[in-house]
């Protein structure tokens, strides 16, 4: 079975600096895609970035990109430049290509310091 | 587009009482699939459905859950005879494609479901 795994309860920057979240899942396919989520304090989970496992480029949203590693199945998050709004809970989540739900992480909390 | 609504945000039921929570997709999706998260927790699977078939359940429990997605109308979760680890938040998701890894999936704000 899939499993998805975040080491990180909760992690903290301060504002304008670089953090990273980690992930790392278990799977024995080769086709499937991996996210990452965001839920503030407002509960709404907001799709952050998305990789598919079969282009070997990291994915990018302006300050936010991941790196993918896809023989070590690793996939964290780099947030650039951080600001008072990136401050949430972080979902990691897979779906495997011939499944239609998504196996979730439990989540790192970051903490934004002005 | 007023995306996914799901409601009531915030419902309080007393034990054995039973929970109805509602899911509208987003207009054009015509799958839907409900998770839960418990405090603390991630989200868990728990089923997905399309427009009347009910096409994977295997995250929901075997007793006391059940979900409809009917032709006309909101899908719905119910849970009869609630306890007291019912209590959690449950999300709404709906995609226009039966692949979330390729359609992606957009959720709802959540119903809080609180059980006392």
């Known amino acids: 079975a899939q499993t998805v795994t975040q080491s990180q309860p909760e992690m903290s920057v301060q504002e304008a600096e670089t953090v990273t979240l980690s992930c790392t899942y278990d799977?024995?396919?080769?086709?499937?895609?991996l996210f990452w989520y965001k839920q503030p304090p407002s509960r709404q989970m907001i799709l952050v970035i998305r990789q598919e496992a079969y282009k070997q480029q990291n994915a990018t949203e302006n300050r936010f990109s991941v790196n993918f590693q896809k023989a070590a199945k690793s996939f964290s998050l780099k947030i650039s430049d951080s600001q008072l709004g990136d401050a949430a809970m972080y979902f990691c989540a897979y779906n495997g290509g011939a499944t239609n739900k998504l196996i979730f992480g439990t989540g790192t909390l970051l903490a934004v310091q002005p | 587009n007023a995306g996914v609504m799901q409601n009531p945000r915030h419902l309080v039921r007393r034990r054995g009482q039973e929970a109805r929570l509602r899911c509208s997709p987003m207009?054009?999706?015509?799958?839907v699939y409900w998770y839960r998260q418990l405090p603390e927790e991630g989200l868990k699977f728990m089923v997905y459905l399309q427009k009347e078939n009910i096409i994977d359940e295997s995250g929901m429990p075997k007793e006391r859950f059940s979900a409809e997605f009917p032709k006309e109308g909101p899908s719905i979760l119910r849970i009869q005879q609630v306890v007291r680890g019912d209590s959690a938040a449950y999300f709404c998701?709906?995609?226009?494609?039966?692949?979330?890894?390729?359609?992606?999936?957009?959720f709802g704000s959540g119903t809080r479901l609180t059980v006392v």
């Open positions: 207009k054009g999706h015509s799958h």
């Open positions: 998701a709906s995609s226009p494609g039966q692949a979330p890894g390729v359609y992606g999936y957009t």
């Open positions: 799977t024995s396919e080769s086709d499937y895609y």
